[in-house]
């Protein structure tokens, strides 16, 4: 057979796009559930980091089964919509962010309880970066002003840079922080250079060399906190 | 070509042998220099890396060497690069299966073992001109000669650089106690291709037959 002729050539081509096509969508639907698994996996350990409690791959389903005690989803006005711990596990912010009209959106949220701790309320947050996006969760007091800890992570952050928004030194200063001020407005964080530790309530520290990545999760914990405003408020 | 070879001929085990050492893909082809440097901050990565670059490369090969006689050569180097793409997606796809904590450190690293000049130049210099066993053993081979280079590098650089190996401790408290610092620029991308460089100038000046005559 002439293997240089257009026609072969033309129909080798159509043919081994279709075979790898084939294969390549048999393996994806073959290990689609065990990456879903991961995914929802490390979603636990997330929200739990968010209250520190530290879990492993293994043991985040039965840490989470056994402290994250409710999961109720709130609308805007501060109404309770549903309490199905796994509709509110399963919202996706990217879609409800996307919505224009803060009324419409399902706002998630995560109660922790556990003896001698009490019970913190975890919010999950996601926002852009510079490079792509970032995600946090941000639990608070009961008393629905207070930051009891938070966890962010990102996809792209510059290494060294933005990327320092997923470590602990940069997410344990969060502990105390005030996201409504003393005559009880929502205020957010605002981001400070040059050092927000100590009696700061109201502000954190951005991230040296991190400018947009520190203005993005600003801008994260404002759009998506605002959103809980009356819930927080009535929850107090 | 009728009579037998052996499996493990002489010429067959140099397949194996010469990419480790005075034909390696990094220190004297210098080739897939990029992911040397991006993924050695660490063993682990670097080790899954290497894992992973021997599965698409001895695969890769030996498809390649199957249907080498009835590759178009107009658009053999489409063929391989379809063929590459496919095997380094399904590795992929495993990894976020199997091992998801390292597949997202690699994330868009296994991505570019697609681009990992090694595999698409072993592909056009042996698989298409060779029988599928000797492919085979040429792809793993050279894929054993860019994972040392690989796990030597990680190797350094996590230990000067994280005071870790593999993400246990090996240095001990004591020795931060007296002032011992982790030297952080072991952790930059530069540090990887300065090791390199020692890397090569080790092996040229015990092996001058690889110094060049100019």
Known sequence: MNTQSNTYTFLYAAIMVVLVAAVLSFAALQLKPRQTRNIEIEKKQDILKAVNVASTPENAEELYTQYIVKAIIVNSEGTVTSEDKDKTFAVDLKIENSKKNVADRNLPIFVFSKEGIGEKMIIPVLGKGMWGPIWGFVSLESDGKTIYGATFGNKGETPGLGAEISKSEFQEPFTGKQIFDEAGKFTSLAMVKGGAAGGRPHEFDAVSGGTVTSKGLEAMLQDNLSSYEKFLKSSK | ?214
């Open chain 2, 1 to 214: 070509m009728s009579d037998k070879e052996p499996l493990f001929s002489a010429k067959n085990r140099k397949l194996l042998k010469n990419p480790l050492g005075s034909d390696n893909p990094i220190t004297v082809q210098v080739l897939g220099i990029c992911s040397a440097l991006a993924v050695t901050a660490k063993l682990e990565p670097a080790v899954v890396m290497s894992l992973s670059v021997m599965a698409v490369l001895a695969l890769a090969n030996v498809i390649i060497s199957l249907i080498r006689n009835t590759i178009p050569s107009r658009i053999r180097i489409i063929v391989q690069l379809v063929i590459v793409a496919a095997l380094v997606i399904v590795v992929d796809q495993i990894l976020k299966a199997f091992a998801y904590e390292v597949s997202k450190q690699l994330s868009v690293f296994v991505g570019l073992i697609i681009t990992n000049c090694i595999i698409m130049g072993r592909l056009e210099a042996f698989a298409l001109g060779n029988k599928p066993w000797p492919a085979f053993l040429d792809g793993i081979g050279n894929a054993a000669g860019y994972g040392w280079i690989l796990i030597v590098i990680a190797f350094f650089r996590e230990l000067l650089g994280s005071g870790t190996l593999y993400g246990f401790k090996v240095i001990p408290q004591a020795f931060y106690d007296m002032g011992y610092q982790n030297n952080g620029l072991m952790i930059l991308p530069p540090m990887a291709l300065i090791t390199v460089g020692i890397i090569i100038w080790v092996q040229r000046s015990r092996n001058k037959s690889l110094i060049e005559s100019n």
